[in-house]
């Protein structure tokens, strides 16, 4: 075990379903740590500086968002939520308030660990020069020097507003990237709540980048939550 | 033998049982009895009051006492806590009066309540104190007040006679009787004269010149025996009461009954009061009998309100009114006294002059005849007291319907003597005679008494002026001609009342039918109503129809709070004031307002409505121009419409119950059904679950790293199962229980069938999926994250009821103000019979094939109602099935999605 292996906090309550992700975790050759309420996930971030935080946003003592905030206050370490089903508002909140990814319960080691391994990438990422041509799967390339972008080889025109789009999108690739974080990003803030512009944009960009717009390989939506550019195809 | 022993009657006792059960729910009224003004009831009362406030530390609150500035009286005062009083403005003068409701908020355990025969103010809740100190009774609340003798009802009358002095405000002697206690406050009566010189008796200014005749000794001594003697009547009866408690012979015999005959007459108070006393005495029931015949037709407003009054006191003084139809007053009133074992009958003196019962039989006669072993009791009508009102005006339409009559009677004697004089001329008398008399019945059938004995009059002088010699005079030449005169005006008067009495039967007959009708209309209709609010609009019209009135019905709600359920324009405007006095006649289950003796100021008239199994609710009935309600067969009428509406009201609330108990019956064995189905399709996965990790956890285990892997694949798939049944209960309660909420928002259907498809991906491995979907389809406002389980749903089910392999595909497309989306299949597709049925709960059309618990289609269906659409199932042209959905476009025009020539159609792996 290598000091350079990532620390990752788990919190969550239900000591089953802790123990199964650490197991998850530990097999990857992660470190953990672990805590069962809000206080004591303070008291180990603060004391650990994990590389990580695996959330579960219904805790007994605080709300799971409220712990985003508060971690969000001094630290930008990638925070994963875990939430039940039909808790999208919840989910939407957290995500808006600073969480990185969110995974829906019951969920396998598999998918925890695709997520935790890009919000990982993501963070390590942002403190890197950013690279000058990005490739999604096999069929697009985006040259972000040269704005231009190519979907099999062919040279595909994005309006200003899809480009945007499409890049926001990109730097957050393999992320959840909720409505308001992209109509931020794009049209800049005051527009979180024109919803319907981001709709037809993304419709667009996905039948100008899509083989087939009904079946996303790349931009996939995420009902009720916002868009994930799938960067692992 | 036990035969011997003297064993109280044991529903003897059980009344008693009851009366003390009553007696010790209700408050105790305690009350000081005195024989005039002055004797000293109010220092009594307050003196005992204090006893009570010192020794036993009881809460005593003074309601009301007037110390009418007596300062002894008045020092007793201090130390008693005294509830404010109600000020009430009546005609410029500034009046206080009890205000009941702060006593029955305080509830104190012992209320003073002073002048218990007091009037109150109008805009109060009760005309009379004594029926505020009722209601505080029936809170428990125990009460002393004071009473002078005058103001006993059935005294009333006595009081006058030997005073001269009318006292309008009396007390039921039924308030005095029922008392816990009476307390008599007796003073020599030569003391109370000289307290009345020293200026100790408070004499209102106004009353002053009565006092003087009040207070003379003879009057005071009278009164004095009187008020002994009555409170030695209690005490007998208390002493009786006691003997029948520890079963001591009685002397009396029980059943007696006084039926007295109630008339319109003024005089008839005076009877029925005295009938009361002599009642009393007698222990016997009182039974107060009007009997209608034709002669009550023709009773004008005043008699009939008088009537009814005296019939209300029959009542008031604790006896039943009864009102019979007959033809024959005399005869019915011996029937009915018969038929209820009445032993004294009751009737008031003829006032009429002796001749009139030459020409009709006199009712006393025949009652007198007739009675045979019931004693009759023949009581003096006039009495010092009251004046005979002057004859009342007669309606003016009356009075145009008699003018017409009299010019018709001028009219058709004119045309008889000019039939005569040319049909018959002057020689055949007899002829013409005949033909007068015609002309006499037609008046008389056609306007009535008054001008059919007008018409007698002018065709005999007409008679005489044109047909008897000397002509043209009305001097008679023959003195037989007299003779024809007097048989020729007999007979036509005889003519006129037999045709009179004719009319006037059929009016009583016609009368009667239509009660009868309406009566078995609004019974038929109330009947066949099949739901409460038709019922009530039912009883609406009919009551509109009969009284004239409009109506409101207050009907308790879900919190057993009265709601005004149905209420006519016009009806209910004064919501608060309404109905707290709907509140009060549903909490005392008697009439009040307009017309009552409670609350008379409301402006309606509200009556309790009764079932078999209790209070069902409170009808109100506004007057307006056209209300008829005035004598007593209407009011019966309306008592019975009131029990009819009543029992039909609570014929519905109880067939609601009972819809409702079905309901519930059908609820619990859907319950059941789904606790055998998700039982078992929950356990069936988790067997497995259990049963593959255990096989892997035993050591000695499968071994196979090929056989092991298989394992956990099957526990993880079944794993997955289980949190599909869950997810679908889940969804199912939240649908149930109304807590779906949807967010709508315009969006693409073609993310959320991308969205859809991204999930199923791992179980739609190995298929052809294809998708059309036209790109120039509008946004369309839906919730996301439940449509994408709509399609996740309906693509589930063609995973599972579907060959492996075979095609799927997902297709949309607008039109008629709808998206539709199918999701159509190559299976074995659903049977017609099948198509409906898919959806409801826990049906599956394939039993265990590693279905569900048969709760997909109906989360599908609950989720496409719930955004307005509808969805179904066809049979697809080629085999299979396809689910079919819409949902509404409303707002389409808003943004489009970017056009693009074709359809896009694609093949997944």
């Not at chain 1, 960009?205 to 717009?213: A, C, I, V, W, Y």
């Not at chain 2, 009895?33 to 020794?55: C, H, I, Q, S």
């Not at chain 2, 036993?56 to 500035?69: F, L, N």
Request: charged fraction near 25%; glycine fraction near 8%; proline fraction near 5%.
């Amino acid at each position: 075990m290598t000091e350079s292996m990532p620390l990752v906090l788990v919190v969550e309550d239900e000591p089953q379903m802790r123990k199964f992700v650490r197991i998850a975790l530990e097999s990857h050759d992660y470190r953990v740590i672990e805590a069962g309420t809000a206080v004591e996930a303070i008291q180990q971030a603060v004391s650990y500086t994990p590389d990580a935080v695996v959330l579960d946003l219904g805790l007994p003592d605080m709300d799971g968002m409220d712990v985003t905030r508060r971690l969000r206050e001094w630290s930008t370490v990638p925070i994963l939520v875990i939430s039940a089903r039909g808790q999208e508002d919840s989910k939407v909140k957290a995500l808006d308030g600073g969480a990185d990814d969110y995974l829906t319960k019951p969920f396998g080691a598999g998918e925890l660990m695709a997520r935790l391994r890009v919000a990982l990438r993501h963070a390590a990422a942002s403190r890197e020069a950013p690279t000058a041509v990005i490739r999604i799967g096999d069929e697009v390339v985006i040259d972000l020097v040269k704005r231009l972008v190519h979907v099999r080889g062919e040279e595909v025109h994005l309006t200003p507003i899809e480009y945007k789009l499409l890049t926001a999108l990109v730097k957050n690739a393999g992320m959840v990237m909720t409505h308001r974080h992209l109509l931020e990003q794009v049209w800049g803030p005051g527009h979180a709540h024109q919803m319907q512009y981001l709709r037809v944009y993304m419709t667009q960009l996905r039948h100008k980048l899509e083989d087939n717009p009904a079946r996303p390989k790349f931009l996939v939506t995420e009902p009720g939550i916002g868009y994930r550019l799938k960067a692992d195809v | 033998m036990s035969d011997t022993e003297r064993r109280p009657d044991p529903d003897e006792l059980l009344a008693r049982v009851r009366e003390q059960e009553q007696i010790s729910a209700r408050g105790k009224l305690t009350i000081f009895f005195g024989f005039a003004p002055g004797v000293g009831k109010t220092y009594t009362m307050l003196e005992a009051a204090r006893g009570e406030a010192e020794d036993q530390k009881r809460d005593v609150v003074v309601g009301i006492v007037e110390t009418h500035g007596r300062y002894d009286t008045g020092s007793l005062l201090i130390g008693l806590e005294l509830l404010p009083r109600r000020p009430v403005e009546h005609r410029g003068i500034q009046l206080d009066e009890l205000d009941l409701d702060v006593a029955l908020k305080r509830r104190p355990q012992l209320l003073l309540v002073d002048e218990l025969a007091h009037t109150n103010a109008p805009g109060s809740r009760h005309l009379k104190r004594w029926q505020d100190v009722d209601e505080l009774l029936g809170a428990g609340i125990d009460v002393f007040t004071t009473l002078n003798v005058q103001h006993l009802e059935t005294l009333n009358d006595v009081v006058a006679q030997i005073t001269g002095v009318i006292v309008r405000e009396t007390v039921p002697d039924a308030v005095f009787d029922t008392a816990s206690e009476v307390r008599v406050v007796d003073l020599p009566v030569d003391e109370l004269l000289e307290r009345l010189r020293e200026g100790k008796v408070y004499v209102p200014q106004q009353a002053a010149r009565a006092v003087d005749n009040f207070f003379r000794a003879g009057n005071l001594i009278a009164l004095r025996e009187l008020a002994l003697r009555r409170t030695a009547e209690r005490v007998d009866a208390q002493m009786r009461g006691y003997k029948a408690a520890h079963g001591i012979e009685e002397s009396w015999h029980t059943g007696e009954r006084v039926l007295v005959c109630v008339s319109p007459s003024p005089h008839s108070a005076r009877l029925v009061r005295a009938a009361r006393r002599m009642a009393t005495s007698l222990h016997a029931e009182l039974v107060g009998v009007y009997v209608e015949t034709q002669v009550s037709l023709r009773l004008s407003t005043e008699d009939r309100e008088r009537l009814a009054q005296n019939m209300r006191l029959v009542e008031s003084l604790g006896g039943e009114a009864v009102v019979l139809r007959a033809e024959d007053a005399a005869v019915e009133t011996v029937r009915y006294a018969r038929k209820r074992n009445a032993t004294k009958i009751v009737v008031g003196k003829p006032t009429h002059p002796r001749w009139l019962e030459v020409l009709r039989s006199s009712f006393l006669d025949d009652i007198v005849r007739k009675s045979l072993e019931i004693d009759v009791y023949v009581i003096s009508g006039q009495s010092g007291g009251e004046a005979v009102a002057p004859a009342p005006p007669r309606p003016e339409t009356r009075r145009a319907l008699e003018l017409t009559g009299g010019v018709a009677a001028v009219a058709i004697t004119a045309v008889c003597t000019v039939i005569g004089w040319y049909g018959f001329g002057q020689e055949q008398l007899a002829d013409v005679v005949m033909i007068y008399l015609l002309g006499v019945v037609v008046v008389s059938m056609r306007y009535g008494y008054v001008p059919s004995l007008l018409a007698a009059v002018l065709c005999v002088l007409a008679f005489d002026f044109f047909f008897i010699p000397p002509y043209y005079s009305f001097a008679v030449s023959d003195l037989r001609h007299t003779v024809t005169f007097a048989v020729m005006f007999l007979v036509a008067v005889i003519i006129s009342h037999l045709t009179k009495r004719i009319r006037d039967q059929a009016d009583s007959a016609r009368g009667s039918e239509q009660r009868t009708a309406s009566l078995y209309a609004i019974s038929r209709e109330l009947g066949l109503a099949p739901s409460r609010d038709l019922l009530l609009a039912a009883a609406d019209r009919h009551l509109r129809e009969v009284f004239g009135v409009r109506v409101a019905v207050l009907l308790p709600g879900s919190d057993g709070m009265l709601e005004g359920t149905f209420a006519e324009p016009g009806t209910l405007d004064d919501a608060d004031k309404d109905k707290g006095v709907a509140e009060w006649v549903w909490l005392h289950q008697r009439p009040a307002g307009l017309g009552t003796d409670t609350l008379p100021s409301a402006r309606a008239l509200f009556m309790p409505l009764k079932g078999a199994r209790g209070r069902v609710g409170v009808l109100a009935l506004y007057p307006s121009p056209e209300t008829r309600l005035g004598d007593a067969d209407e009011q019966q009428l309306l008592d019975t419409f009131a029990g009819l509406i009543g029992s039909a009201v609570e014929r519905t609330q109880l067939a609601e119950e009972a819809r409702r108990a079905h309901l519930r019956a059908e609820t619990e064995q859907l319950r059941n059904s789904l606790l055998s189905s998700v039982s078992h399709d929950l356990r069936t996965p988790l067997a497995v679950v259990t049963g593959a990790t255990s096989a892997l956890l035993d050591e000695h285990g499968p071994k196979d790293e090929h056989i092991r892997r298989e394992l956990l694949q099957t526990a993880h798939e079944e794993a997955l199962r289980l949190n599909r049944l869950v997810r679908n209960l889940l969804d199912m309660t939240r649908l149930e229980a109304g807590a779906l909420k949807v967010h709508e928002e315009p969006q693409p259907i073609e993310e959320v069938v991308g969205a859809a498809l991204g999930r199923m991906e791992d179980r739609l491995r190995g298929r052809e999926v294809e998708t059309r979907i036209p790109a120039e389809l509008p946004l369309v406002p839906f919730d996301s994250a439940l449509i994408e389980q709509v399609l996740i749903n309906l693509l589930e089910n063609a995973t599972k009821y579907t060959p492996a392999g075979s095609p799927i595909d997902v297709a949309a497309h607008a039109q008629d103000g709808v998206l539709e989306v199918e999701v159509n299949d190559r299976g074995p597709g659903v049977s017609p019979r099948d198509a409906e049925r898919v959806f409801e709960k826990f049906y599956r059309a394939h039993e265990g094939e590693g279905g569900g618990v048969g709760l997909g289609l109906t989360i599908c269906r609950g989720i496409v109602a719930a955004h307005g659409g509808r969805i179904w199932v066809e049979e697809r042209a080629g085999g299979g099935a396809s689910f079919r959905f819409t949902l509404p476009l409303e707002g389409q025009a808003s943004v489009r999605v970017l056009p693009a020539p074709e359809e896009r159609e694609s093949e997944a792996r």
